[in-house]
């Protein structure tokens, strides 16, 4: 079934540690994007990436990396884990920068 | 900065009722408005997207419209369903990568 899938589905992580969010799509879309979701703010960007070999800041980027290696997998990099990086995070992608966004199910993280 | 707001932020209807949710955006630049639906715990699904050219989009049951000289858009939902409980976003593209959201309205159709 085409789509995006995340992993891990939730992960508990002591502060300081570096932790790998991992996002896979099969679509062949060029874009892809991270988002944390926190209650009352909604979703802001992180990271994005319009095709394979670059990168770009959202919104929030402090504390995040990602890296585009080919144009399916787009992971997103904690390298020290603080408590206010505990949320849910979302996976994107979408044919084109612009262009219709498809998010995956999430990965819930919470940082002690 | 973009500024998306969702109003209300909760909502409780009947079954089989019409119902609109809004959505107002502060700048008119836009590339395209896209709405999603949220269920509890569970990513985002896309319902409709808007190009900043187009005025309306309808799939089914749901009908999106959008006026950017006022920064709104509205997402009709006929008669509704309790299958349609679930939390509606609403985001704004505004730039090639910015998708700025609304922090929704929780929708429950009471059977």
């Known amino acids: 079934i085409a789509g995006i899938t995340q992993a891990p589905t939730s992960q508990i992580l002591a502060a300081g540690r570096r932790m790998t969010l991992r996002c896979t799509q099969d679509?062949?879309?060029?874009?892809m994007y991270w988002y944390r979701q926190d209650l009352g703010l909604g979703l802001r960007l992180i990271h994005y990436?319009?095709?394979?070999?670059?990168?770009g800041k959202g919104e929030v980027p402090d504390g995040y990396s990602v890296s585009r290696a080919n144009t399916d997998d787009f992971p997103l990099t904690l390298a020290s884990a603080v408590p206010s990086q505990t949320s849910v995070y979302f996976c994107?992608?979408?044919?084109?920068?612009?262009?219709?966004?498809?998010f995956g199910p999430g990965t819930r993280l919470t940082v002690l | 900065k973009q500024e998306v707001t969702q109003i209300p932020a909760a909502l409780s209807v009947p079954e089989g009722e019409n119902l609109v949710l809004n959505c107002s955006f502060t700048?008119?630049?836009?590339?395209?408005l896209q709405w999603f639906r949220q269920d509890p715990g569970k990513g985002l699904t896309s319902l409709l997207l808007?190009?900043?050219?187009?005025r309306e989009q309808t799939s089914g049951r749901l009908n999106a419209s959008l006026d950017k000289s006022s920064g709104r858009s509205t997402l009709y939902i006929a008669a509704s369903q309790p299958g349609d409980s679930a939390t509606y976003l609403c985001?704004?593209?505004?730039?090639?990568?910015?998708?700025?959201f609304g922090t929704g309205t929780r929708l429950t159709v009471i059977p």
């Open positions: 985001a704004v593209q505004s730039g090639a990568n910015n998708l700025f």
């Open positions: 700048d008119s630049a836009i590339y395209n």
């Open positions: 679509m062949r879309h060029n874009a």
């Open positions: 990436s319009n095709t394979a070999g670059t990168t």
């Open positions: 808007i190009q900043s050219s187009q």
């Open positions: 994107a992608s979408s044919g084109d920068q612009g262009g219709e966004q498809f």
